[in-house]
């Protein structure tokens, strides 16, 4: 491939070792976009006619269509995408090809496209990740009504409901989608016309090609621009952060599906069998989500580990940006797409979580601001409803079954309404301040993310 300075061919070991082609021909729309952009930027600057700019340009669309359908082949020995692209392109157009290469390097090439590149998947996931959330919210507005448990340390809490649990992922991924944007924005800067690391003497309009590209400017500083990866890292990160959220709720799915709790039934479509035991119905997807939030963080410290001792600028270490960054975001469309599909097919099992609800000591709290609104201070108000559940412990009673007297000889506080703080629709209710799980609050964030979500 190379002439010039080598006189011995590259030896066959290193081709196979240094080749990237075979996983970086995914950029190759990205790179003939690229390609398309910076010989308009060659013709307005006089280095290539405008009918050697058309050529190109049809030369390039041609290689795009038959990439697309199949038909083009590539070559190890070309290592890689742009290489493969442009040597075709030089082939079949001639010198015009052989012009496009100039005031260029791979190396602000290979940083463009793979911006390009990151832009258009965001998009995509954000597409996914808004499905998910939709998903979440239909199911929570089908178990509207189902109480649950809300758990600290995997020990019942406080009652709440299960549509709240279920909008605490909404949250979660609203935030993630936040992140998505705002790492979008920063990599919107093309690096093109910063060369191999000092730009070019050629001087091209460099803000007139970076408009073509639907970049919002320019990079500032040629070195930084062709050895920056901080975009890929950024966007690893809020992948597996993602990732790990759609983990944290697998973890959830894969307990409620379990025998112990029965929360929840999952459609036969989303589980699977066992080979041996004929009983079985697995929550596998969420056990692989659950699994592939570690791949997603591995992706993520394998680019921070091979960038942390790189010097300035262009290294061919960079070249391993490209199978985490391409795994991650396959992985997390798949991962996003399926989870939607099983959490559509998700129901509740009402009867099975308000008999988990009904546990009487979720309102042990209520009880002790009920104390508090009787005019107790709380840390006293904590100690006496502490002591009455030793009592109802050791008594096998429940706070219902217990007489006002009984309650009295804990507190003087404690008056007939006693006992309306002990039902579970007041208790829901009046946990009405913001964020709290009242049916009135719930219902309003449904509301909510419908609304967000369809973009009025
Ligand atoms: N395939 C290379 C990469 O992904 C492209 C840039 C190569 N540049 C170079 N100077 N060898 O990093």
């Known amino acids: 491939m190379w002439k010039g300075r080598f006189q011995q061919p590259t030896s ?16 190759y729309a990205h790179d003939i976009r690229g390609s398309i952009a910076h010989a308009k930027g060659l013709e307005k600057m006089g280095i290539v006619t405008t009918e050697e700019r058309e050529a190109i340009e049809r030369g390039l669309l041609e290689i795009k269509a038959e990439i697309e359908a199949g038909n083009f082949s590539w070559s190890q020995e070309l290592e890689d995408v742009h290489m493969n692209i442009e040597s075709t392109l030089t082939k079949r157009i001639g010198p015009a090809g052989a012009k496009l290469h100039t005031a260029r390097s791979r190396n602000d090439q290979v940083a463009t496209d793979v911006r390009l590149y990151c832009r258009d998947e965001i998009d995509a996931i954000l597409q996914f990740t808004q499905a998910m959330q939709a998903a979440l919210i239909e199911c929570a507005e089908r178990g509207a009504d189902a109480v649950m448990p809300g758990y600290t340390h995997l020990q019942r809490g406080q009652p709440v409901l299960f549509a709240h649990h279920l909008l605490a992922y909404v949250e979660m991924l609203a935030r993630d989608a936040d992140r998505l944007q705002d790492a979008k924005k920063r990599l919107n800067v093309m690096p093109l016309g910063s060369g191999a690391l000092a730009g070019s003497t050629l001087i091209i309009d460099r803000e007139f090609v970076a408009q073509q590209l639907g970049f919002d400017g320019v990079t500032q500083n040629s070195m930084d621009a062709v050895s920056d990866r901080d975009f890929v890292a950024e966007l ?14 697998s973890e959830d799915v894969i307990l409620w599906a379990s025998a112990e709790f029965g929360f929840i039934s999952l459609s036969d479509a989303h589980t699977t069998g066992s080979s041996l035991m004929p009983q079985k119905k697995n929550p596998d997807v969420a056990e692989l989500t659950r699994g592939k939030s570690g791949r997603l963080i591995g992706n993520l410290m394998s680019l921070l580990t091979t960038l942390k001792g790189l010097p300035m600028t262009y290294n061919r270490d960079l070249q391993e940006d490209k199978e985490p960054l391409f795994d991650s975001i396959d992985t997390i469309k798949l991962a996003l797409e399926v989870f939607a599909e099983m ?17 009487p000591l979720l309102l042990a ?20 409803i502490g002591k009455l559940v030793a009592h109802t412990i050791k008594e096998q009673r429940s706070f219902h079954e217990l007489s006002l007297e009984e309650y009295q000889q804990f507190s003087e506080a404690f008056q007939a309404d006693t006992f309306e703080v002990l039902k579970m629709d007041v208790a829901l209710a009046a946990r009405k301040g913001i964020g709290a799980p009242s049916p009135a609050n719930v219902a309003g964030r449904i509301t909510h993310w419908r609304k967000a979500l369809s973009g009025n």
């Not at 690893?236 to 709720?249: C, M, N, T, V, Y």
């Open 12 to 27: 066959a070991l290193v081709q196979r070792y240094g080749q990237s082609v075979s996983f970086d021909w995914r950029l």
């Open 236 to 249: 690893l990160f809020d992948i597996a952060l993602l990732g790990l959220h759609l983990s944290r709720l």
């Open 343 to 359: 959490v559509c097919g998700m129901d509740v099992n009402r009867a099975k979580t308000a008999a988990a609800a009904s546990d």
């Open 365 to 384: 709290t209520d009880l002790a601001d009920y104390l508090v609104k009787n005019g107790v201070p709380f840390r006293q108000a904590h100690e006496v």
